[in-house]
């Protein structure tokens, strides 16, 4: 069954230090989410690429995010510099269309020290 | 108020018993999503329904769009059932968004 990559899985960084996250989505999926989940809460949606084009970045904190996805295929997510309430599970999705379903990666746990 | 409330928060049952979680919703919908998270894991998505009632296995997903609600049910409940439980809506106004719920951990014990 075709699966959503994500890596790492995991990720310790330092404060100040930059981090980076990669999302393969499932062939064919033109609509591609970067997800940060705060530990007890539901999914917040940081991003969101139509093909190659961002369609939604409203809640991405600019200052220090930034997503890209050159090619409309795979996707980075980075993060310079770091913040201790960064840490999270950064999660990654990816649809055909909203109306055909979403599938999920596993996502990167980032803690910040 | 959140636009996708669930309930309740926290669950704990014994094995084989039977289980319902709530979803409400405020906005106007394409679809309802249930989806399970296991701890530390990703998201898997259970259903999606947009009416009536869908099956998979031991679980069963209803939907009753006048009233803006939705139910998950879990037949005979395993611990391997325990894990967070989300509920996320598809507006109408953009199919290709979804408004997540807080979720309901789920603990089964045997």
């Known amino acids: 069954e075709a699966e959503v990559a994500q890596s790492p899985r995991y990720k310790i960084t330092e404060k100040s230090q930059a981090v980076a996250f990669w999302c393969d989505p499932i062939?064919?999926?033109?609509?591609l989410y970067w997800y940060r989940q705060i530990l007890g809460q539901g999914p917040e949606l940081l991003v969101q690429?139509?093909?190659?084009?961002?369609?939604?970045d409203s809640q991405l904190p600019k200052d220090r995010f930034s997503a890209e996805r050159l090619k409309g295929v795979d996707s980075t997510l980075k993060i310079q510099p770091a913040e201790l309430g960064d840490s999270a599970m950064y999660l990654c999705?990816?649809?055909?269309?909203?109306?055909?379903?979403?599938?999920f990666g596993s996502g990167t746990r980032l803690t910040v020290v | 108020k959140n636009e996708v409330e669930q309930s309740p928060q926290n669950l704990t049952a014994q094995e084989g018993e039977f289980i319902t979680i709530n979803c409400s919703y405020s906005?106007?919908?394409?679809?309802l999503h249930w989806l399970q998270q296991h701890p530390g894991g990703g998201i898997v998505s259970l259903f999606m329904?947009?009416?009536g009632k869908k099956k998979h296995g031991r679980l069963i997903a209803t939907i009753n769009i006048q009233e803006k609600h939705s139910s998950l049910h879990i037949t005979a409940s395993h611990p391997r059932d325990s894990a967070v439980y989300i509920c996320?809506?598809?507006?109408?106004?953009?199919?290709?968004?979804?408004?997540f719920g807080t979720g309901t951990r789920l603990q089964v014990f045997p």
């Open positions: 999705a990816s649809s055909f269309s909203g109306s055909s379903g979403y599938t």
């Open positions: 690429f139509q093909d190659e084009s961002v369609v939604d």
């Open positions: 062939s064919g999926h033109a609509t």
């Open positions: 996320a809506a598809a507006p109408a106004y953009n199919t290709d968004k979804l408004i």
């Open positions: 906005v106007g919908i394409s679809a």
């Open positions: 329904l947009s009416s």
